[in-house]
């Protein structure tokens, strides 16, 4: 059964740092491009950033470029999203997704491709 979980998330103060990981299991995660979204109460849920099945292709939403940074190790079936300089305005609940259509190169942050979420976890940035 395909799945994911996220876990990682936490309190943290403005400035501060998280990773969050993703744990996927029941397919072959290099079948399916990578993406992390987020969403606060009342809000659609937003792309932050996705990686291709080849790995060669990296997204990043503009308010996120230069302090986040998404990796993936097919082999240990998990996604890494290492977020550095974190602001109040990132305080969301986090998702990972998986998308299978697009090319090998490519990558979306679009949620209307993405068919499978984990079930999230909170992130807090707060003094």
């Known amino acids: 059964q395909l799945q994911l979980v996220e876990s990682g998330g936490g309190l943290v103060q403005p400035g501060g740092s998280l990773r969050l990981s993703c744990a996927a299991s029941g397919f072959t995660l290099e079948d399916y491009v990578i993406g992390w979204f987020r969403q606060v109460p009342g809000k659609e849920r937003e792309g932050v950033t996705c990686?291709?099945?080849?790995?060669?292709?990296?997204k990043y939403a503009n308010s996120v470029k230069g302090r986040f940074t998404i990796s993936r190790d097919n082999a240990k079936k998990m996604v890494y999203l290492q977020m550095n300089s974190l602001k109040p305005e990132d305080t969301a609940v986090y998702y990972c997704?998986?998308?299978?259509?697009?090319?090998?190169?490519?990558?979306?942050?679009?949620?209307?491709?993405?068919?499978?979420w984990g079930q999230g976890t909170q992130v807090t940035v707060s003094s």
């Open positions: 997704g998986l998308e299978a259509r697009s090319d090998r190169g490519l990558c979306f942050l679009s949620t209307a491709l993405y068919n499978y």
């Open positions: 990686i291709s099945k080849s790995g060669t292709t990296l």
